[in-house]
């Protein structure tokens, strides 16, 4: 099974500054990683997909990058409505797919 | 607009059964991987099982094999999963959710559509 690894467990960050997650794979996952944001209360949302394609109607200030064993997601001015948890998810070797723990970000 | 809602959680006692039903709209149903994510109070997301477009193959994470099964009924667009021998980490908010990729592209992927979920409480 391959373990996912996400860092920090929680971000401080302020509205309009850059934010950076991070995720890991114990091993290779190609270019087959996914990121999701969740909302408390609500359903996981897909923002990107292949490590760094937008799903359909997913702003351009979320980026993804990365493959093999390293991935980043980069949230380039933070807006309100994006303080959340975010998880990573690789689906190249299955099953199982495997998320992440999750980063929570925060409001500094 | 593709809609997915979950339905049958209820509160149920260890060792007991239980059938969730997610209900789907929106999208040709029968061409989609279908897959069962949960997520324990307070915790993070949990892959459960999935099902290919015809039923022909399942997957199970451990956790949940020989316990759970998952089914789909493509004349009623409905997916389905059934748990028996229920645990109390079965505790959880069940989510369904399509595979952005259709069958036929040979291609799986992560789930871009999800339902609110349903929760399934596992208590004595």
């Known amino acids: 099974e391959i373990v996912m690894t996400q860092s920090p467990a929680t971000l401080s960050v302020s509205p309009g500054e850059r934010a950076t997650l991070s995720c890991r794979a114990s091993q290779s996952v190609r270019s087959n990683l996914a990121w999701y944001q969740q909302k408390h209360g609500q359903a996981p949302r897909l923002l990107i997909h292949?490590?760094?394609t937008r799903a359909t109607g997913i702003p351009a200030r979320f980026s993804g990058s990365g493959s093999g064993t390293e991935f980043t997601l980069t949230i380039s001015s933070l807006q309100s409505e994006d303080f959340a948890v975010y998880y990573c998810q690789q689906y190249n070797n299955w099953p199982p797919y495997t998320f992440g723990q999750g980063t929570k970000l925060e409001i500094k | 607009e593709v809609q997915l809602v979950e339905s049958g959680g209820v509160v149920v006692q260890p060792g007991g059964s239980l059938r969730l039903s997610c209900a789907a709209s929106?999208?040709?149903?029968?061409?989609?991987?279908m897959h069962w994510v949960r997520q324990a109070p307070g915790k993070g997301l949990e892959w459960v099982s999935l099902?290919?477009?015809?039923?022909?193959?399942?997957n199970y994470a451990d956790s949940v094999k020989g316990r759970f099964t998952i089914s789909r009924d493509n004349s009623k667009n409905s997916l389905y999963l059934q748990m028996s021998s229920l645990r109390t980490e079965d505790t959880a908010l069940y989510y369904c959710a399509k595979d952005m990729y259709p069958d036929s592209s040979g291609y799986y992927g992560p789930g871009d559509y999800w339902g609110l979920g349903t929760l399934v409480t596992v208590s004595s």
């Open positions: 292949g490590a760094s």
């Open positions: 099902i290919r477009w015809d039923g022909g193959s399942t």
């Open positions: 929106g999208f040709t149903f029968d061409a989609y991987t």
